[in-house]
C-alpha cells in the first residue's frame, strides 16, 4: 500500500456517495496556554492505494498520539483492511479511512506526532505542535483581540 494523503483536522467525514468532506484540515499547530490540556476533537482522513498487494491479503492499520517523551497517549482502534480476493491486479484500488478521535488530553507543550501504522510498522509520521504559541503566527494566538 502506497499513502496518497493522511492530514489530521478539525472533523472528517463521509458524503452519502462515498466522498470524504475535510472540515479545517491540514492541522499542525494547536494553541494552548494552559495544561494539561484537552483538545475536544481531531479528525483523519488517509488515502491508500494498493499497489502490490496480492488479492486475498489481509492488513491492519491504526493511528497513535505520540509525546514529545514518545510515549503513546492516544491509540486508535486497529482497522482490518481485506484486499478483495477478487482484484483486479493491473487496476490500482484506492482506500478511502477516516477516523476520529475526541478528548485528547495533552499534558504538556511541546511537538507532539500522528503516527499511522500499517501492520505494526511506522508508515508516516504527522507533527503536530501543541501550546508552543511562538511557533505560531500571530494571527492564530488565542490572547489576540
Known amino acids: 500500500m502506497r499513502i496518497v494523503n493522511f492530514m489530521l483536522a478539525d472533523a472528517v467525514s463521509y458524503g452519502h456517495d462515498g466522498k470524504v468532506f475535510v472540515h479545517g484540515g491540514g492541522i499542525t499547530e494547536v494553541d494552548a496556554s494552559e495544561f494539561p490540556h484537552t483538545e475536544p476533537r481531531f479528525g483523519m482522513v488517509i488515502t491508500l492505494v494498493r499497489e502490490d498487494e496480492a488479492p486475498g ?3 491492519e492499520a491504526r493511528l497513535a498520539f505520540i509525546s514529545p517523551a514518545k510515549d503513546e497517549i ?4 486497529p482497522v ?10 493491473e487496476a490500482p484500488m ?3 479511512m477516516v477516523a476520529t478521535f ?3 488530553e495533552f499534558p504538556e507543550a511541546g511537538l507532539y506526532s500522528l503516527q499511522l501504522y500499517f501492520d505494526e510498522e511506522v508508515v508516516s509520521t504527522l507533527p503536530l505542535s501543541i501550546g ?3 511557533w505560531l503566527p500571530r494571527r492564530w494566538r488565542s490572547d489576540d483581540s
Open 57 to 59: 491479503s489481509d492488513h
Open 74 to 77: 492516544a491509540l486508535g482502534d
Open 80 to 89: 482490518s483492511l481485506r484486499v478483495p480476493a477478487d482484484a483486479d491486479t
Open 94 to 96: 484506492l482506500i478511502n
Open 102 to 104: 475526541t478528548g485528547i
Open 132 to 134: 508552543q504559541g511562538e
